[in-house]
Nanobody, 123 residues
Framework: QVQLVESGGGLVQAGDSLTLSCAAS????????MGWFRQAPGKGREFVAF????????YYADSVKGRFTISRDSAKNTVALQMNSLQPDATAVYYC????????????????WGQGTQVTVSS
């Protein structure tokens, strides 16, 4: 069984930075792509970024490109999402997800999910 636990969410002001972390356990994640998604109230789950576990290739949604950075520590089985210049439209529950194989923007392609962490950006 795979477990993903997110941490690092909170309340920040517009323009602030925040780093989310995801700790993975239960499997060898060498062949897994790790992703971050978010879901705002009343909206569907939205792709944010993914990173391949072994190759370190990262891919971002256009809406966060240049401001968010996804990174991973394979030795510790952790994935981080550094978010800079946050704006109120970034307010959402952020989820860590994992899937075997290459990355995709479709949340339905990810089989493992964390419980989510709330990020609130005030104006």
């Amino acid at each position: 069984q795979v477990q993903l636990v997110e941490s690092g969410g909170g309340l920040v002001q517009a323009g602030d930075s925040l780093t989310l972390s995801c700790a993975a356990s239960g499997r060898t994640f060498r062949a897994y792509t790790m992703g971050w998604f978010r879901q705002a109230p009343g909206k569907g789950r939205e792709f944010v970024a993914f990173i391949t576990w072994s190759g370190g290739t990262a891919y971002y949604a256009d809406s966060v490109k240049g401001r968010f950075t996804i990174s991973r520590d394979s030795a510790k089985n952790t994935v981080a999402l550094q978010m800079n210049s946050l704006q109120p439209d970034a307010t959402a529950v952020y989820y860590c997800a994992a899937r075997r194989g290459w990355g995709t923007e479709n949340p339905a392609d990810f089989g493992f999910w964390g419980q989510g962490t709330q990020v609130t950006v005030s104006s």
